[in-house]
């Protein structure tokens, strides 16, 4: 800032710096309000939700987790039916988290084994076809 010799120079001076101030201000405020409204308990739910289903690891997830469960609850139905045996019910429950538990945690090994399943029943059925 160059040396100021006048009071014209010195009012211009400061009514330049207030202005400056004033703008300053406006956008602190402005900012202040910004990050005020991001940190609601619901802007942040929100946003974390957002993350979340952005993830593609998530859907996968999800997917895996409910295969899970739902493999665990009909193998516990298969093997209690409709009992009413209290050991059998035990073992059913036991056999449904084992069974939710390993299908969850190795959902690839599923998928490849259920795929040469698949490939495997279509495959007879090509090959019966061509022999006709």
Do not use: W
């Not at 987790?65 to 073992?91: D, H």
């Amino acid at each position: 800032m160059k040396k100021i010799t006048s009071i014209a120079a010195l009012k211009n001076a400061i009514h330049v710096l207030e202005e400056e101030r004033a703008v300053k201000e406006q956008a602190m405020k402005e900012q202040f309000l910004l990050t005020y409204e991001s940190f609601k308990p619901a802007k942040l739910i929100g946003s974390t939700l957002k993350e979340m289903i952005a993830s593609p690891y998530f859907v996968e997830n999800i997917l895996d987790t409910g295969i899970g469960l739902a493999t665990g609850y009909l193998s516990r139905k298969i093997v209690v039916g409709t009992s009413s045996n209290i050991i059998r019910k035990f073992i059913g429950y036991v056999m449904q988290a084992g069974v939710s538990n390993f299908v969850s945690k190795h959902p690839g090994t599923i998928k490849s084994i259920g795929q040469i399943i698949y490939q495997n029943i279509f495959r007879k059925k090509d090959v019966d076809s061509d022999k006709s």
